[in-house]
């Protein structure tokens, strides 16, 4: 299974981009699915996710500017972004659970390669 992420750039501060992230290859079931970040020099975080129970959730930071939706019959999450902010520079990952083949089987936990958004001020 891979995770194809894109959507990425370069985008004025105020401005609004939307990123997708694809699963493809064997998938039974996607337990969870979402977005990471990591700015150079910080820690990876979580910026908005489908949790394995339904929900959702979303970093302080970006309530109410990102949005996080889904279409499961694409196995692809989307995050849309606005009122971007250069703090909201980074690196962006997708995340997610994936069961190949059984319900029995374990999450395997999944990333993708990344995706660059840069705000200018």
């Known amino acids: 299974v891979q995770l194809q992420a894109c959507g990425g750039g370069l985008v004025q501060a105020g401005g609004s981009l939307r990123l997708s992230c694809a699963a493809s290859?064997?998938?039974?079931?996607?337990?969870?699915m979402g977005w990471y970040r990591q700015a150079p020099g910080k820690q990876r975080e979580l910026v908005a996710a489908?949790?394995?129970?339904?929900?959702?959730n979303y970093a302080d930071s970006v309530k109410g500017r990102f949005t996080i939706s889904r279409d499961n019959t694409k196995n692809t999450v989307y995050l849309q972004m606005g009122s971007l902010k250069p703090e909201d520079t980074s690196v962006y990952y997708c995340?997610?659970?994936?069961?190949?083949?059984?319900?029995?089987?374990?999450?395997?936990?999944?990333w993708g390669q990344g995706t660059l958004v840069t705000v200018s001020s």
């Open positions: 489908f949790t394995a129970g339904g929900g959702t």
């Open positions: 995340n997610a659970g994936v069961k190949k083949y059984t319900y029995y089987e374990p999450v395997s936990d999944l």
């Open positions: 290859g064997n998938i039974f079931s996607i337990n969870y």
